[in-house]
């Protein structure tokens, strides 16, 4: 069994629960709390949540983490 790790982000819209909620239900845990933050580049709050998943394969840095 291998655990994969994933950090997933967006703006501050329901974009970024919709994408946290789709990979709760593929099966993706929560990892640690969520950050929130300024992007000054872009004018906007962003935030940020860590995610992992036990597989049954071998890591690979050739793996897409998504599609897992």
């Known amino acids: 069994?291998?655990?994969i790790y994933r950090l997933l982000t967006e703006d501050?819209?329901?974009a970024f629960c919709?994408?946290?909620s789709?990979?709760?239900s593929?099966?993706?845990g929560l990892y640690g709390d969520p950050t929130y933050a300024f992007d000054h580049a872009?004018?906007?709050m962003r935030c940020g949540q860590a995610?992992?998943?036990d597989v049954d394969v071998p890591y690979s840095k050739d793996m897409?983490?998504?599609q897992q």
Do not use: F, Y
Request: glycine share 12%.
């Open 1 to 3: 069994m291998t655990k």
């Open 12 to 14: 501050d819209t329901s």
């Open 18 to 20: 919709h994408k946290v």
């Open 22 to 24: 789709e990979a709760l």
């Open 26 to 28: 593929q099966g993706w």
């Open 42 to 44: 872009n004018g906007v």
């Open 51 to 53: 995610v992992t998943k």
């Open 64 to 66: 897409k983490l998504g």
